[in-house]
């Protein structure tokens, strides 16, 4: 075989010569070895084991340091500490393993589409083999209903149609025939003279030699890329890995000038060394992991309420940053239900209503309904030649509910549309004249309603029909054929991408059982019926709103230009642009004349798996965050290509939903948008966790540090003259993890705010760490920070000046008394927190009880730890009892936090507006 050829370019006695020199593209080991019909020895990936998912939790920079501080405090023999921060580390990677569940196993799936038995001609003999025994010049027999085991170059192929709606987006069945086609790099979808491995056989018989086994396929291929392709690292896991870096830097630092600062100011080695552990405990969010894989967690319980399942946590927020969503057209935009939209007979043009396989909707004649019945008899007569001469039938589903059809996706429109008609008689059969490519129409023949005479029925394109016939009906009696006002009516119709049939029937003696030529001369044309696989009608209100929250929809589709330009219309994608890039045209481009005309073209027709991996590719390239979605095996690459990958459940493959990331369950483009609105307020409510939960970190590690750089001045802190450190660090740690799951953890509880999908995306390369970030952190840490101190110098300076005869004791109280107003300020900050722009006062205190009940357990526990646990003899946490009226000074000290922060907001407000009017004056 030529390079430059393919096999769909050759004549079949070329392909024999071809495969028989071992020109097969294939090496001579592959050509002479049996080769398993998908190459799953070659393209299997490893699937992880359990273990290896569940060790995979714990690759985070900031569970290393909380690792690392695990094994510090268990040599200082800090048992408690030990246990806590261990036990926030299972906890985090136990919800994570759970929540995340079955690992990536594509090709597993592509082994359930494994064809396992084949007919095949050997030696002159015919065979059924298993399907992986095929070899490259295996001769294989094909029947309808037959899934094809290879990709196979057709010799033969009898009124032979192939259904390759998962390998190509096609929706209607595409016929095969046996000429080679002289273009070049056409796509799967155009290639009629081959059948490829995967696809099912609708109608027809053929044979075929296979040329394709392994990744020679093109289902082969598909996986191929799919092995290629390195999964996308979502925005929100690229910014906690650089806040992780940047906090991990942080820590170390400040640990480590805490630590030769206490050197250098004269304190003891080990005093130095637990002063410095304080600090890293103090500045260790510990609880921060287990709150953000929770609040994803929470975010998908969210989106599975919208019929939206997502599999990778991380993938709940990603959707909130999305910039485009490339989509394919059958099944996700569309029903992939082939349906009657337009009838044209009797000189009038009808439309029809509803979509899909459901038989109701009505029939418009100039914007009002009407009774078919009442249409002068062609219209009854145009539905019952397309419900008479036809093989599929209507079922319903009574257990899944809606309907199905049985039969050929085409014929099943018309019978549809003639039971919205309540056509439901059949006349008996007598014969039938099937459809054949090289005839373009069907006959059957059928007893009449009048015993006397029995009838023929004709369906075909539209210029066959007419050629056969010698008048038409119009309002009940014939008429003369006008037949260039018909063919007018039939471009126009394809004009707007319907595929058109002609209806024609002709009355023969009932003495007439069987058809023969005669019988399709002089017929009367009845009328046209034009069917589209058409939108979905909440897909339409769907893209809408993608519009308006600033996310552009592309539609990547194997059907023809015409079609998807037709239906991208329909939906308003694309408005406004005129071109439509076809697969012939990608094949052509290189990466960067891609890359340069990407950003500008909404809809690709005749597009290869190949093709949609190659456009998402160049779309990452110009910076957008990408959600891909489709239904078939063609759409697994680029699904795992881009940033989120979107599944259709019911209609989708297994390989199309192992590859994705997120499921829709309903099939619903429209449930796309909820998930998008949830990612958002994902995105929300992680910020607000973070700038709640940081300060704590924040204004803890300021107390301690501040204690060892005023040790020297103030002997309160300096251990030589009696003193301490204002806080234990199991104080620390208890309110590390207390704050995170009794307080930090209600916010993931807010309600939506208003307008999230008023605003375009947030920028991917937004950092969390931005200059408004550091100013409200640094501000709470300081107001944490100074209520910590006063505490403490406030009821502990008494102890060092020896006026108390319980200096230990007075301490002790001193450090309990810092380290309750260190949970007060907390709990100050909670009802601010709630929103990060808008004020306290606008919004309900109740409209979180969560909130509430979080504050009612931090203070519960707090009252527990400092009276209950001291006087029954347990004091882990090294408190004293404190007397009433130190609360008095506690709570006052801690209020200004929830007033400093509130006129904070004001002022950030009013300087954010400020600056939009002058920007807008200018």
């Known amino acids: 075989m030529q390079k430059e050829k393919r096999w769909y370019q050759l004549s079949v006695e070329p392909v ?23 190459g799953y020895n070659e393209l299997k990936f490893k699937k992880r084991s359990t273990l290896i998912r569940f060790l995979m939790q714990f690759h985070s920079a900031l569970i290393y340091i909380l690792l690392a501080a695990a094994f510090v405090t268990t040599i200082l023999d800090m048992r408690m500490d030990t246990a806590v921060i261990l036990a926030v580390v299972l906890a985090n990677t136990i919800i994570g393993f759970i929540q995340e569940g079955k690992a990536e196993s594509s090709v597993e799936a592509l082994e359930k589409m494994m064809t396992p038995e084949c007919t095949v001609l050997r030696d002159g003999e015919k065979n059924i083999i298993p399907a992986r025994d095929l070899v490259p010049g295996d ?147 510990e609880g921060l992991p287990a709150i953000l894989t929770i609040t994803l967690a929470f975010g998908v319980t969210a989106m599975v309420r919208k019929n939206a399942l997502i599999k990778r946590l991380p993938a709940a927020e990603t959707l909130g940053c999305t910039t485009v969503i490339c989509t394919d ?38 914007n009002r309904a009407i009774t078919p019945e009442k249409e002068g008899g062609e219209l009854i007569e145009t539905l019952k030649a397309g419900y008479l001469c036809s093989n599929a039938s209507l079922a319903e589903n009574k257990d899944e509910g809606g309907y199905s059809i049985v039969g050929d996706p085409t014929e099943g429109a018309l019978v549809v549309s003639a039971s919205k008609a309540g056509i439901t008689e059949h006349l008996p059969r007598l014969d039938e004249i099937p459809f054949l490519a090289e005839q373009q129409c069907m006959a059957t023949l059928h007893e009449g309603a009048n015993k006397n005479e029995n009838v023929v029925y004709v369906k075909g ?8 016939c010698q008048n038409q009906l119009v309002n009940g009696s014939t008429a003369p054929l006008r037949s260039e006002e018909i063919m007018a009516e039939a471009d126009e119709m394809a004009g707007e991408a319907l595929r058109v049939l002609g209806m024609a029937y002709k009355l023969v003696p009932n003495g007439e059982r069987a058809l023969n030529s005669d019988d399709l001369k002089g017929l009367t044309f009845l009328g046209l019926q034009g069917m589209i696989d058409p939108p979905r009608e909440e897909a339409i209100e769907a893209v809408q709103k993608c519009k308006r929250a600033g996310i552009k929809v592309v539609m990547i589709t194997g059907d023809h230009a015409q079609t998807a330009k037709a239906i991208a219309y329909r939906l308003g994608i694309g408005e406004g642009e005129d071109r439509v890039i076809t697969g012939e045209e990608l094949s052509r481009m290189s990466d960067d004349k891609l890359y340069e005309v990407v950003d500008t073209v909404s809809v690709y027709a005749r597009a290869a798996p190949e093709h949609k991996f190659r456009i998402i590719k160049q779309l990452r390239r110009r910076g957008h965050i990408i959600a891909a979605t489709g239904d078939g095996v063609n759409d697994a690459p680029a699904l795992k290509a881009a940033d989120i990958g979107i599944a259709m459940g019911i209609t989708g493959t297994e390989v199309s939903k192992e590859a994705a990331d997120m499921i829709l369950t309903d099939d619903n483009f429209a449930s796309i948008v909820s998930a998008v609105e949830e990612g958002r307020h994902v995105f929300d409510n992680i910020k607000k966790v973070i700038l709640y939960t940081l300060p704590t970190n924040g204004g803890q590690t300021m107390l301690v540090l501040g204690a060892i750089l005023l040790a020297p001045f103030i002997f309160l802190f300096n251990p030589h003259r009696g003193g301490c450190l204002p806080i234990e660090p199991v104080q620390i740690l208890y309110i590390n993890l207390l704050d995170a799951v009794a307080l930090a953890l209600t916010l993931i509880k807010e309600p939506k705010e208003k307008g999230l999908l008023d605003r375009p995306p947030r920028n991917p390369k937004e950092r969390i760490t931005d200059s408004p970030f550091f100013k409200k952190v640094g501000l709470v840490s300081v107001v944490m920070a100074v209520a910590g101190f006063l505490m403490f110098y406030y009821f502990g300076e008494p102890a060092i000046s020896g006026s108390v005869a319980d200096p230990e004791l007075l301490l002790a109280q001193a450090r309990t008394a810092a380290f309750t107003t260190v949970m007060l300020v907390h709990i100050c900050y909670i009802f601010t927190a709630r929103s990060i722009t808008e004020s306290a006062f606008k919004f309900s205190p109740f409209s979180n009880k969560w909130v509430l009940i979080g504050v009612a357990i931090t203070l519960g526990l707090q009252l527990t730890i400092i009276y209950a646990l001291p006087s029954i003899g347990v ?22 936090m929830f007033f400093i922060i509130e006129f904070e907001k004001f002022l950030t407000k009013r300087f954010y507006n400020h600056k939009i009017i002058h920007s807008g004056n200018r």
């Open 875 to 896: 004091n882990p946490f090294r408190t004293a009892p404190l007397p009433a009226e130190w609360w008095i000074p506690m709570i006052l000290v801690s209020l200004p």
């Open 461 to 468: 394109s539209p210029e066959r029909v007419l050629r056969m």
């Open 16 to 38: 024999f010569d071809a495969l028989e020199s071992g020109s097969t593209g294939l090496s001579s080991s592959e050509s002479k070895v049996r080769l398993e019909v998908y």
């Open 329 to 366: 057209k059958t099944g996700t935009l569309t029903k992939n239900q082939m349906t009657v939209s337009r009838i044209y007979c009797g000189g009038k043009e009808y439309s029809v209503s509803g979509v899909g396989y459901e038989p109701s909707g009505a029939f418009i004649l100039d």
């Open 139 to 285: 001769v294989v027999l094909l029947e309808g209903g037959n899934k094809v085991p290879a990709d196979l170059r057709l010799f033969y192929a009898k009124n032979m149609s192939a259904d390759e709606a998962a390998l190509t987006g096609e929706s209607v069945p595409v016929k095969k025939n046996v000429e080679p086609i002289s273009k070049p790099d056409l796509s799967p979808a155009d290639q009629c003279c081959m059948a490829f491995s995967g696809t099912f056989i609708t109608r027809g018989s053929g044979q075929g030699v296979v040329v394709g086994t392994g990744e020679q396929a093109e289902i082969g291929k598909i996986a191929k890329l799919m092995k290629e392709t390195r999964k996308i690292t979502t925005p929100l896991m690229r910014k906690m890995a650089d806040f992780t870096r940047f906090l991990v830097i942080a820590i170390l630092a400040i640990a480590a000038l805490n630590f030769i600062l206490a050197l250098l100011f004269g304190f003891p080695l080990e005093y130095s060394f637990l002063a410095s552990v304080s600090l890293a405990v103090a500045a260790i969010p």
